[in-house]
């Protein structure tokens, strides 16, 4: 809906609401939320769709109003406060009430009911904290996440794959990505391993 000046030009009006599907012009917004619903109904994309009962709405708000009157009580709520039993919907909103609430960082409360402090898959060390969610990751910097043999094994698959599975068309790069260790010697121009 686009909203138009008000102006007056030459004897005619020219009105500030325009519909967006006929082009009919209407003084009020009002006017043009009325035409929309008598003659476009149809037409209107329904984006928001109810999850329990496949309902269409044109708004979140629309969406969010049909649940809390008509669905309240079928609402999962599948995650829930250690501290105060509160139950939730989503783990981001249990992260906001755990702050909000009890004053305590996702961090303290991942390693009080959830998990433990992360240590790097690769080489021991100590990790960083992501959310309630993932918890610690995997790794504690791109190198030891590009030395681990599960992530060179995928890479190479990939490679691979996107190659028809052939050694033979890999670009240097490519072929150092699968074996890091090889080199190409400037001499004869063989890829040979690096000692």
Not at 29 to 56: A, M, N, P, V, Y
Not at 66 to 71: D, G, K
Request: hydrophobic content about 30%; proline content about 1%; some cysteine.
């Amino acid at each position: 809906m686009k909203k138009i000046k008000y102006k007056i030009c030459e004897k005619k009006i020219i009105t500030p609401y325009k519909c967006e599907i006929c082009e009919n012009e209407f003084k009020t917004l009002r006017g043009l939320k009325t035409h929309i619903s008598q003659f476009h109904k149809s037409e209107i994309i329904k984006k928001f769709k109810c999850e329990i009962c496949e309902h269409e709405f044109e708004t979140l708000n629309g969406l969010k109003i049909h649940i809390s009157q008509f669905h309240k009580s079928e609402i999962i709520k599948k995650f829930k406060c250690e501290i105060c039993e509160h139950e939730f919907i989503n783990i981001k909103a249990l992260a906001i009430h755990i702050v909000k609430v009890h004053k305590i960082k996702s961090e303290e409360y991942y390693l009080k009911f959830i998990g433990e402090k992360g240590k790097c898959v690769e080489c021991g060390k100590d990790t960083r904290f992501n959310n309630l969610r993932v918890g610690y990751i995997k790794f504690c910097s791109n190198k030891c996440s590009s030395n681990n043999f599960e992530n060179l094994e995928r890479r190479k698959e990939t490679i691979l794959k996107n190659n028809n599975n052939s050694y033979h068309d890999l670009t240097m790069s490519e072929y150092q990505e699968i074996y890091p260790d090889m080199v190409k010697c400037e001499i004869c121009g063989k890829i040979c391993l690096n000692f």
